[in-house]
């Protein structure tokens, strides 16, 4: 992964100003290179219903170019000490979707922000940050407009999700990476209820309670003794866990979880957990997707 660049992509909207932040300080941190992605396509269609003799692309080029070289200026002037190693911009003709996709297969890395120029004000997630949430080949980070740099280099707790599946050994994996870097504690929880005490009895839990908090401590045994430096704190609980994770979220640098859970199946997009952390938690979040 030394060689394998963050992405970000970008617009010109407050959100993707804070997600090129993010990524060049993840780039930093890892010292690996920074690709900024603008795409040029006609978002609107209006493109498909003139001939395209007639259609002069010039004007969306010139823009994305701008919004490029703006954010490479911003880039530079971010940094006073480590920096990432390579600064690339990437200027496509393709819709940013399809772009950001396609170019995540080779990715460290990829970074948007919750919502861009076309998204409403009401709604936490644009188009594109919930295509690429649901179809990277890599992890994907989702950053905020209010996400400001204090999330990077503050020691607010790094959260990730732990449920004992493949997709959550990944999340670890980064949870662990990322808390190292950033000298922060980290935070892992296990939330093993899908149901109510109405639906099994007091005692199934009561006996399940100390299987479980094995499980959590299996998890994460061989991450800290790669990981020394890092202090863990365990909460393991008896709720849903999109619902947990949501409360820790709220004094977090950093929310981790793997793209689905105990519940997924192959070829699944997203879970239920995932998919609603992508609608309710404000603070970075990372959805730990596998490599293709």
């Not at 922000?113 to 940050?129: D, E």
């Not at 007091?202 to 990981?227: C, H, I, M, P, T």
């Not at 947990?244 to 640098?253: C, F, R, T, Y």
């Amino acid at each position: 992964m030394a060689s394998q660049p963050v992405i970000v992509g970008v617009d010109g909207s407050p959100a993707s100003g804070s997600a090129l932040r993010w990524a060049a300080n993840e780039a930093a941190q890892h010292h690996v290179p920074l690709h900024i992605v603008n795409s040029c396509a006609d978002q609107w269609g209006y493109a498909a219903t003139v001939a395209a003799v007639a259609f002069d692309r010039g004007p969306m080029q010139d823009a994305a170019r701008k919004v490029l070289a703006r954010a490479k200026v911003d880039v530079a002037a971010h940094f006073t000490g480590g920096e990432p190693s390579e600064v690339k911009t990437i200027l496509s003709d393709d819709p940013a979707e399809p772009t950001l996709i396609d170019l995540s297969r080779n990715a460290r890395m990829l970074v948007v922000g919750s919502r861009g120029m076309g998204a409403f004000k009401r709604g936490l997630l644009g188009s594109v940050s919930t295509a690429v949430a649901r179809h990277a080949h890599c992890p994907v980070a989702v950053i905020h407009e209010e996400n400001d740099d204090t999330f990077v280099t503050s020691n607010r707790p790094v959260v990730v999700g732990v449920d004992g599946t493949r997709s959550s050994e990944r999340a670890i994996e980064i949870a662990f990476d990322e808390a190292s870097h950033r000298g922060s504690e980290l935070v892992a929880v296990h939330a093993w209820s899908d149901a109510s005490d109405f639906e099994h009895p007091l005692r199934d839990w009561l006996v399940s309670a100390a299987n479980e908090e094995a499980a959590l401590a299996e998890s994460l045994a061989g991450w800290q003794e790669k990981f020394p430096d890092v202090t863990v704190r365990r909460v393991v609980e008896k709720d849903r866990p999109a619902r947990n994770l949501v409360k820790h979220a709220e004094d977090a640098g950093l929310v981790v979880v793997g793209s689905h859970g105990r519940g997924g199946f192959a070829g699944m997009l997203l879970g239920s957990t995932s998919q609603a952390l992508l609608h309710s938690v404000t603070c970075p979040l990372i959805i730990a997707r596998e490599s293709a």
